[in-house]
């Protein structure tokens, strides 16, 4: 079956600095990666959508410059978190589909990130 | 915006009882999916129904689907300790650029079960 897999699981990071997170996808090729964020007790929330290859379309309200998506190949996506804040702290997942949507949405276990 | 509207928010039930949970939503759907999420992990796909489907079937799940009424339920049959999670319904419609299929999520049910 598809996997995705993302990294790190966990990170806690200083204010001001910047945070990468990584989402491959291993036995299939993503054509696209969907980030989400989520809060404690809450839903996902979608923050971009992104297609290899070209730039992320991000979801009202989403800071484009302060989350910086990435999608150069086929198997990896990354969020990049700038000039963390505490208010940045959240649990973040990645899901991944292939073209044909032969393995439907396929989600990363998530990172938590926490902003000291 | 959050589309999907899960009740309850919260559940719980005895080992060996089933489990119900519901979807509304607000606009046009492709298809609903259901979703399981362990406390701080990943999200696992657990059936697709599609607009045009009524019922699905898989294992002890059993989901619904009311397209007329924007609705869908989720049945766990003869429910286990282990079915212990967060369960989210998911709409698929296009994102902001028109371009993809997007997944928006509901606020999700948390299910206890007590062995």
């Known amino acids: 079956g598809a996997v995705v897999s993302q990294h790190p699981s966990w990170v806690i990071c200083k204010s001001g600095t910047s945070v990468k997170i990584e989402c491959r996808s291993l036995?299939?090729?993503?054509?696209?990666m969907f980030w989400y964020r989520q809060f404690p007790k809450q839903s996902l929330m979608l923050m971009a959508t992104?297609?290899?290859?070209?730039?992320?379309?991000?979801e009202q309200g989403v800071e484009k410059d302060k989350f910086l998506i990435n999608h150069a190949s086929l198997t990896l996506s990354t969020l990049t978190v700038t000039s963390a804040h505490p208010e940045d702290s959240s649990f973040y997942i990645c899901?991944?589909?292939?073209?044909?949507?032969?393995?439907?949405?396929?989600f990363g276990s998530g990172t938590r990130l926490t902003v000291v | 915006s959050q589309q999907g509207e899960e009740d309850p928010q919260a559940l719980s039930i005895q080992e060996g009882e089933n489990a119900t949970m519901n979807c509304s939503y607000k606009?046009?759907?492709?298809?609903l999916q259901w979703y399981r999420q362990n406390s701080g992990r990943g999200l696992v796909h657990l059936i697709l129904i599609r607009s045009n489907e009524r019922e699905k079937h898989s294992g002890r799940l059993r989901v619904t689907l009311d397209t007329s009424k924007k609705s869908s339920s989720l049945l766990i049959t003869a429910s286990r300790a282990a079915d212990t999670a967060s369960y989210f319904c998911a709409t698929a419609g296009r994102n902001s650029g028109g371009s993809n299929y997007k997944l928006t999520f509901g606020k999700g049910t948390l299910l206890t079960v007590n062995p």
């Open positions: 992104s297609n290899e290859g070209s730039k992320a379309t991000y």
């Open positions: 899901s991944a589909r292939d073209q044909d949507f032969n393995y439907g949405y396929t």
């Open positions: 606009t046009s759907i492709n298809n």
């Open positions: 036995d299939f090729q993503a054509t696209t």
